[in-house]
């Protein structure tokens, strides 16, 4: 049974628009939200990440909104630009840190010129 | 300062060879983690060193698969009697272990299974 769920597998945005990811999980117990980004034959990496005491972090172009009720995350990016087309991993850990991580199995974003 | 490195970057085994992976996480950092990335998903947790302990190995899919950090750096992945199933990234992540969520992941092993 999947805990961490992106239902899109892949998503087009054209450059200077906003993309929008979303991400649904099941576990309640989840403590922490991440989302990495992966180029091809590269390994994931970390781009931003919320409490879950928080309802929204922003860094730069990316803001991240966890709906705890609703069990939802979402990431947008504005604008978007060539460099963001990746696939990026949803994911969420647990209550300890350093715990292990649950990944979701990605959505690839594709950014039109 | 240095990432997280892995090698070898691609190995292909014949069934039944035994394979060994080796990460060098960032250096001065507690945790490592490994992962099992199959074509199409995302990363699977398979175990987690703290120093030289290993403190959770719920995620190896078999007892063919061992996974040792004897001085508490490098880490090495093993597989025994590699399977065709076996087939898939394998990557390796590292955490400060100073209350830090985040892992920081090396470029991954492509293990591909003849």
């Known amino acids: 049974d999947q805990q961490v769920k992106q239902n899109s597998p892949s998503l087009s945005v054209q450059e200077g628009r906003i993309s929008i990811l979303n991400c649904d999980y099941t576990?309640?117990?989840?403590?922490?939200f991440l989302w990495y980004k992966k180029y091809p034959a590269e390994g994931p990496t970390f781009l931003i990440s919320?409490?879950?005491?928080?309802d929204k972090n922003e860094d730069g172009r990316f803001t991240v909104f966890l709906n705890k009720s609703a069990k939802h995350l979402s990431l947008h990016i504005v604008p978007s630009q060539p460099g963001d087309s990746a696939v990026y991993f949803c994911?969420?850990?647990?209550?300890?840190?350093?715990?292990?991580?649950?990944f979701g199995k990605g959505t690839r974003l594709h950014i039109l010129p | 300062g240095a990432g997280v490195s892995q090698s070898p970057r691609y190995k292909v085994a014949k069934r039944g060879q035994d394979v060994a992976l080796r990460c060098d996480p960032i250096?001065?950092?507690?945790?490592l983690f490994w992962y099992q990335q199959a074509l199409g998903q995302g990363p699977e947790f398979l175990t987690y060193?703290?120093?030289?302990?290993?403190?959770?190995k719920s995620g190896l899919p078999s007892d063919r698969f061992f996974a040792e950090r004897p001085e508490g750096s490098v880490s090495t992945l093993k597989i025994q009697r590699t399977q065709q199933e076996d087939s898939a990234v394998y990557l390796c992540?590292?955490?400060?272990?100073?209350?830090?969520?985040?892992?920081?992941f090396g470029p991954g092993t492509r293990l591909t299974v003849t």
């Open positions: 992540a590292s955490s400060s272990g100073h209350g830090e969520y985040e892992q920081y």
């Open positions: 576990n309640s117990m989840f403590d922490y």
């Open positions: 919320i409490s879950s005491i928080k």
């Open positions: 994911a969420a850990s647990g209550t300890y840190r350093d715990d292990k991580i649950i």
């Open positions: 250096s001065g950092h507690v945790s």
């Open positions: 060193f703290q120093n030289e302990a290993q403190l959770d």
